[in-house]
């Protein structure tokens, strides 16, 4: 038998979620026409944190701009683990699709003991070429690691 979407249980967290974003959009709004403007776009769907500009993360208020990704609050629990993991050894992480560049600024690897290459894959210029050769298509990338 499937949750039932509708108990009771969750009546008080969806209350409390939906008090916690309006203070947050009643806060960050100037003026009363872009409160309203905002309570439109989160009733369409837009993620509360590109509305506000920001994300918390790791108890860090990370810039967010349209079209990025917003950082995961289950994120910054990964990230927590691996800087414990690191330890002072030479380390280099690769944050895919960073975003607002969360993992980086939480320090996952810290100063001095490493790298961390963030990507955002919208801005990857082309990496692979491919033609005919022999009747066959053929790839050639521009590195190899």
């Excluded at 008090?19 to 769907?45: F, I, K």
Aim: aromatic content about 6%.
């Amino acid at each position: 038998m499937s949750p039932d979407p509708e108990h009771p249980a969750l009546e008080g967290l969806r209350a409390r979620l939906a008090e916690e974003e309006a203070a947050l959009l009643v806060e960050g709004a100037s003026t009363p026409d872009q409160l309203a403007a905002w309570v439109e776009q989160r009733v369409g769907g837009l993620p509360l944190e590109q509305i506000l500009g920001w994300a918390e993360f790791a108890g860090l208020r990370l810039v967010v701009e349209p079209g990025v990704f917003v950082p995961r609050r289950r994120t910054a629990w990964l990230a927590e683990q691996v800087t414990r993991l690191v330890g002072a050894g030479p380390v280099i992480a690769v944050d895919l699709c960073c975003g607002a560049g969360a993992v980086d600024n939480v320090r996952v690897v810290p100063p001095g003991t490493g790298i961390c290459h963030q990507v955002n894959l919208e801005y990857l210029p082309q990496t692979v070429w491919t033609r005919k050769q022999n009747g066959s298509a053929v790839a050639f990338p521009d590195t190899l690691v």
